[in-house]
């Protein structure tokens, strides 16, 4: 079973040679690496070269910018089976390739698995939905974030699989974009698994310390997936309206004040504000 591993890359060197070490060791090798190279000056070519030789690579230099149209144009290229997108930040635990093999194959009506999303410097966790049990989801309690997602091609509707191009860096929205995809397509009726033992490791980039800013820019896009589905009067997604737009944020300013924590509190506002501010621009 061929994996096609889908990175859209610009603007990062050394973390992105992180990266491709932890795939030179997986201990499943039948995968191929697409690297959708969006710099304009070179900066990965020698970082790209060493490895031409121990792995399936085609790197390609696009002219255009953008995270989710960068990953389609992968989806186009991609000879495999299961299709990932992997961060250009994030690495892979040895085994993360065979466990995900093991899995499809052990769960043959599974169309989507989520691996776990680990901190570099803890054993906790990163950023994105995550838990310590394994288990099925659907739309109401989506798991992961786009960079822990795996897809089988062959369980999945062709013509629902792509990204949105309105999501994600260097979008009309930065942020959302697998969210995006994996409620389009659990609503589609695609069965989804999490499992917490498949381990990729990214920075935990979803936290107050880095500041209000990045939060501002990705709830964006949290709020513009809302709009979009609401749009097209999807009731279920009413459940997130709920849920995202009133009940978790505020409930997290609330926390902040008794805590006495005013760049927590300020987190959440602007959590707030920028999911509020993607949902009421998204359409217009």
């Not at 589905?229 to 009133?246: E, G, L, S, W």
Request: net charge positive; aromatic share 14%; hydrophobic share 45%.
């Amino acid at each position: 079973m061929k994996v096609s591993l889908v990175l859209a890359t610009l603007g990062r060197d050394w973390e992105l040679a992180v990266l491709l070490k932890s795939l030179i060791y997986q201990t499943y090798q039948d995968f191929e690496l697409i690297i959708i190279d969006q710099n304009k000056d070179g900066k990965i070519d020698a970082i790209v070269e060493p490895v031409l030789s121990c792995l399936d690579v085609t790197h390609v230099k696009v002219d255009f910018t953008g995270n989710a149209k960068a990953r389609d144009y992968g989806i186009g290229l991609a000879q495999g089976r299961i299709i990932a997108f992997p961060d250009d930040d994030c690495a892979y635990d040895k085994d993360v390739l065979k466990k995900v093999v093991a899995e499809f194959k052990r769960r043959p009506n599974l169309s989507i698995l989520v691996a776990g999303s680990y901190d570099f410097s803890s054993s906790g966790f990163s950023i994105g939905v995550n838990s310590h049990n394994a288990q099925y989801f659907s739309r109401f309690k989506m798991m992961g974030v786009e960079f822990t997602q795996f897809f089988d091609r062959k369980k999945i509707d062709s013509k629902l699989f792509h990204l949105d191009h309105d999501f994600g860096i260097g979008s009309k929205y930065s942020g959302a974009e697998g969210f995006e995809l994996l409620y389009r397509l659990l609503r589609a009726g695609c069965t989804a698994f999490y499992n917490p033992e498949i381990k990729i490791y990214h920075p935990n980039k979803d936290h107050y310390k880095l500041g209000t800013g990045r939060m501002l820019m990705y709830s964006t896009g949290i709020g513009a997936y809302i709009r979009k589905f609401a749009n097209q009067q999807d009731v279920f997604i009413i459940y997130y309206i709920v849920r995202k737009m009133f009940v978790a944020p505020i409930l997290k300013m609330m926390l902040a004040v008794v805590l006495l924590n005013p760049k927590k509190l300020a987190y959440s506002f602007y959590n707030l504000v920028g999911i509020w501010r993607g949902f009421l621009a998204y359409g217009r």
